[in-house]
Protein backbone atom coordinates (compact mmCIF):
# COMPACT_ATOMS: atom_id res chain seq x y z
CA UNK A 1 0.00 0.00 0.00
CA UNK A 2 2.88 2.54 0.86
CA UNK A 3 3.02 5.36 3.33
CA UNK A 4 3.19 9.04 2.58
CA UNK A 5 4.39 11.46 5.39
CA UNK A 6 3.92 15.33 4.96
CA UNK A 7 6.56 17.40 7.18
CA UNK A 8 7.09 21.44 7.16
CA UNK A 9 4.24 23.10 8.14
CA UNK A 10 4.09 25.46 10.42
CA UNK A 11 3.30 29.32 11.01
CA UNK A 12 4.22 31.70 8.96
CA UNK A 13 3.43 35.78 8.57
CA UNK A 14 1.54 36.55 6.07
CA UNK A 15 3.52 37.07 2.91
CA UNK A 16 5.88 34.62 4.04
CA UNK A 17 6.78 31.39 2.67
CA UNK A 18 7.03 27.81 3.37
CA UNK A 19 8.30 24.33 1.57
CA UNK A 20 6.17 21.22 1.96
CA UNK A 21 7.39 17.86 1.88
CA UNK A 22 6.36 14.45 0.97
CA UNK A 23 7.77 11.26 1.50
CA UNK A 24 6.91 8.07 0.25
CA UNK A 25 7.77 4.75 1.87
CA UNK A 26 6.59 1.33 1.18
CA UNK A 27 6.58 1.15 -2.48
CA UNK A 28 7.43 3.05 -5.29
CA UNK A 29 5.42 6.15 -6.24
CA UNK A 30 7.30 6.66 -9.29
CA UNK A 31 4.82 5.88 -11.58
CA UNK A 32 1.93 7.74 -9.75
CA UNK A 33 0.66 11.16 -10.36
CA UNK A 34 0.46 13.28 -6.75
CA UNK A 35 -1.32 15.97 -5.71
CA UNK A 36 -1.68 18.60 -2.46
CA UNK A 37 -5.10 18.61 -1.33
CA UNK A 38 -6.23 21.02 2.16
CA UNK A 39 -9.04 20.97 4.49
CA UNK A 40 -9.53 24.15 6.76
CA UNK A 41 -12.02 23.95 9.94
CA UNK A 42 -15.28 23.76 8.79
CA UNK A 43 -14.62 23.59 5.09
CA UNK A 44 -14.08 20.94 2.56
CA UNK A 45 -10.87 19.32 1.65
CA UNK A 46 -10.05 21.18 -1.64
CA UNK A 47 -7.44 20.58 -4.06
CA UNK A 48 -4.45 22.70 -4.83
CA UNK A 49 -1.94 21.22 -7.00
CA UNK A 50 -0.92 17.64 -8.76
CA UNK A 51 2.11 17.04 -10.85
CA UNK A 52 2.05 13.61 -13.74
CA UNK A 53 4.50 11.05 -12.51
CA UNK A 54 7.45 12.27 -14.78
CA UNK A 55 7.01 15.84 -13.55
CA UNK A 56 6.54 17.13 -17.01
CA UNK A 57 2.67 18.33 -16.35
CA UNK A 58 1.09 20.61 -13.66
CA UNK A 59 -2.01 22.01 -12.69
CA UNK A 60 -2.86 24.47 -9.55
CA UNK A 61 -6.31 25.50 -7.92
CA UNK A 62 -7.05 29.04 -9.25
CA UNK A 63 -6.39 30.39 -5.63
CA UNK A 64 -2.70 29.18 -5.40
CA UNK A 65 -1.42 29.82 -8.91
CA UNK A 66 1.14 32.16 -9.42
CA UNK A 67 2.16 31.74 -5.41
CA UNK A 68 2.45 27.70 -5.14
CA UNK A 69 4.91 25.63 -6.98
CA UNK A 70 4.56 21.41 -6.80
CA UNK A 71 7.29 19.67 -7.72
CA UNK A 72 8.98 16.05 -7.46
CA UNK A 73 12.08 14.08 -6.97
CA UNK A 74 12.10 10.49 -7.97
CA UNK A 75 14.91 9.53 -6.87
CA UNK A 76 13.61 10.69 -3.63
CA UNK A 77 10.59 9.30 -3.91
CA UNK A 78 9.68 12.93 -2.73
CA UNK A 79 6.93 15.48 -3.16
CA UNK A 80 7.61 19.37 -2.88
CA UNK A 81 4.77 21.69 -2.67
CA UNK A 82 6.76 25.39 -2.53
CA UNK A 83 4.41 27.88 -1.07
CA UNK A 84 5.35 31.91 -1.20
CA UNK A 85 3.04 34.91 -0.60
CA UNK A 86 1.05 32.64 1.88
CA UNK A 87 -2.17 34.46 2.98
CA UNK A 88 -4.16 34.16 6.10
CA UNK A 89 -6.96 32.35 4.06
CA UNK A 90 -4.02 29.51 3.31
CA UNK A 91 -4.18 28.37 6.77
CA UNK A 92 -5.59 24.29 6.70
CA UNK A 93 -3.89 20.92 7.14
CA UNK A 94 -2.14 20.09 3.75
CA UNK A 95 -2.18 16.56 3.00
CA UNK A 96 -0.38 14.77 -0.44
CA UNK A 97 -1.60 11.79 -2.10
CA UNK A 98 -1.20 9.05 -4.99
CA UNK A 99 -3.36 8.26 -7.79
CA UNK A 100 -2.66 6.65 -10.76
CA UNK A 101 -4.35 9.36 -13.27
CA UNK A 102 -3.46 12.95 -12.95
CA UNK A 103 -6.60 14.17 -11.11
CA UNK A 104 -7.69 17.24 -9.54
CA UNK A 105 -10.29 15.54 -8.31
CA UNK A 106 -9.83 13.97 -4.39
CA UNK A 107 -11.33 10.36 -5.07
CA UNK A 108 -9.22 9.37 -8.09
CA UNK A 109 -6.42 9.64 -5.02
CA UNK A 110 -6.25 6.42 -2.90
CA UNK A 111 -3.43 6.75 -0.41
CA UNK A 112 -3.10 10.12 1.42
CA UNK A 113 -0.67 11.24 4.16
CA UNK A 114 -1.74 12.04 7.57
CA UNK A 115 -1.37 16.12 6.69
CA UNK A 116 0.73 18.60 8.36
CA UNK A 117 -0.64 22.24 9.16
CA UNK A 118 0.06 25.53 8.04
CA UNK A 119 -1.04 28.85 9.76
CA UNK A 120 -0.87 31.69 8.39
CA UNK A 121 -1.36 34.51 10.85
CA UNK A 122 -1.87 38.33 9.79
Known amino acids: QGQLVESGGGLVQAGGSLRLSCVAS????????MGWFRQAPGKEREFVAA????????TYADSVRARFTISRDNAKNTVYLQMSNLKPEDTAAYYC???????????????WGQGTQVTVSS
Open 97 to 111: AASRVFSTFGVHYDN
Open 26 to 33: GRTFSSDA
Open 51 to 58: ITWCGTST
